[in-house]
């Protein structure tokens, strides 16, 4: 499962129902506009996406902490594109409650998503 740092101290992020709602809830268009936006790698989605996951740890941390966390993480050269596609992939994307939406958009576009792979492959 995917972990994330923050006060120096790492958590797993994990989607529960609450976190489900409020990503959701984020943009019109629900489930799959947030679908869209998490394909396309978007950084404020991935933001929502970390402070989502961590609302099970009852930590109550405020998305504004979850941003300087992240932005300390960029500024260290912890945080890449790779990072944020796989960890977006982990979370959202490969969970029960995503994953059928996304296997149809594979289906209906194969290549698109064989593109996407080749790009994000690390060949270091």
Request: charged share 30%.
């Amino acid at each position: 499962m995917a972990r994330f740092e923050i006060d120096g101290k790492e958590y797993e992020l994990k989607l529960t129902y609450k976190a489900v709602k409020y990503l959701d809830g984020l943009h019109e268009g629900g489930a799959l506009a947030l679908v869209g936006r998490a394909l396309q790698g978007d950084l404020d989605t991935f933001t929502n996406v970390v402070h989502a996951g961590l609302l099970h740890t009852g930590e109550n941390f405020a998305k504004e902490k979850v941003e300087l966390a992240l932005e300390e993480a960029f500024e260290a050269e912890k945080l890449d594109y790779e990072t944020v596609h796989k960890t977006v992939n982990e979370v959202l994307l490969d969970s029960f409650f995503y994953r059928k939406i996304v296997a149809n958009l594979k289906a209906q576009n194969p290549e698109a998503f064989e593109q996407l792979d080749k790009l994000l492959t690390t060949t270091e």
